[in-house]
C-alpha cells in the first residue's frame, strides 16, 4: 500500500498562493487515483480536487474551480495542489488521498488518506 504525507500548509493573506504537496511512499501513484479534500472546524470533509491515474481527467469542488489546480509530478511520487487567489473561506486542514480505481471524486471510494495540512487564509 501507499503512505501519504502532506505537507506545505501555513499561513497566507488573502489572494494570496499557496503550494501544497503530498509525498508518496511505498509506492507511486501509478495505480491510484488522486485527490484532495479538505475539512474545516465543524464541517463535513469535501472534494477539492481529483485526478485520474492516467491523468486525463480532473474534477474540482466548485468552490475552487478556476483558482486551484491538482498535478502529479513525472515520477509519480509526488501530488500538488496550487492554490490561488486564496480566501477565508479555504481555511481548513487539506487531506490528500489514494483510491483503487480509474477515477474518484467522494470520499468513501478512498482507501488511503494522508494526516492533513493545516491551510489558515487571514483577511
Known amino acids: 500500500q501507499v503512505q501519504l504525507v502532506e505537507s506545505g500548509g501555513g499561513l497566507v493573506q488573502a489572494g494570496g498562493s499557496l503550494r501544497l504537496s503530498c509525498a508518496a511512499s511505498?509506492?507511486?501513484?501509478?495505480?491510484?487515483?488522486m485527490g484532495w479534500f479538505r475539512q474545516a472546524p465543524g464541517k463535513g470533509r469535501e472534494l477539492v480536487a481529483a485526478i485520474s491515474r492516467s491523468g486525463g481527467a480532473t474534477s474540482y469542488g466548485d468552490s475552487v474551480k478556476g483558482r486551484f489546480t491538482i498535478s502529479v509530478d513525472n515520477a509519480k511520487t509526488t501530488m500538488f495542489l496550487q492554490m490561488n487567489n486564496l480566501n477565508p473561506e479555504d481555511t481548513a486542514v487539506y487531506y490528500c488521498?489514494?483510491?483503487?480505481?480509474?477515477?474518484?471524486?467522494?470520499?468513501?471510494?478512498?482507501?488511503?488518506w494522508g494526516q492533513g495540512t493545516q491551510v489558515t487564509v487571514s483577511a
Open positions: 511505498g509506492r507511486t501513484f501509478s495505480a491510484y487515483a
Open positions: 488521498a489514494a483510491a483503487g480505481a480509474w477515477f474518484a471524486t467522494t470520499p468513501r471510494e478512498y482507501t488511503y
